[in-house]
């Protein structure tokens, strides 16, 4: 099992950037995910980093203001979102899959306790 603690969500105006932070520990993992749920909403896809090849991708509703990225020897990761909308707002929670080709949410199996982003417009 991976321990995954995120940090970083707070109240920003619209247009602010954010990082988030996802910090691991425990089993050894291949990819690092980011999601996002909204109230009401399905838990949705933001973005995924291979933790070797450094390979991501992103969704692309956040492709141009979001990055993710990774810290091997802090074994963190991060993603840096700008130009925030208030369609942003949302629960983000980091997730490890221990699959190099995990792309949706039922491939990752370890997940973070999640940290509120509310931006306000």
């Known amino acids: 099992q991976v321990q995954l603690v995120e940090s970083g969500g707070d109240l920003v105006q619209a247009g602010d950037s954010l990082k988030l932070s996802c910090k691991a520990s425990?089993?050894?993992?291949?990819?690092m995910g980011w999601f996002r749920q909204a109230p009401g909403k399905e838990r949705e896809f933001v973005a995924r980093?291979?933790?070797?090849?450094?390979?991501?991708f992103l969704a692309h509703v956040v492709k141009d203001r979001f990055t993710i990225s990774k810290d091997n020897a802090e074994n963190t990761g991060y993603l840096q979102m700008k130009s925030l909308k208030a369609e942003d707002t949302a629960v983000y929670y980091c997730?490890?899959?221990?699959?190099?080709?995990?792309?949706?949410?039922?491939?990752?199996?370890?997940w973070g306790q999640g940290t509120q982003v509310t931006v306000s417009s």
């Open positions: 997730a490890t899959s221990h699959s190099r080709h995990a792309t949706t949410r039922n491939d990752f199996d370890s």
């Open positions: 425990g089993r050894a993992f291949s990819t």
């Open positions: 980093i291979a933790w070797i090849t450094d390979a991501s």
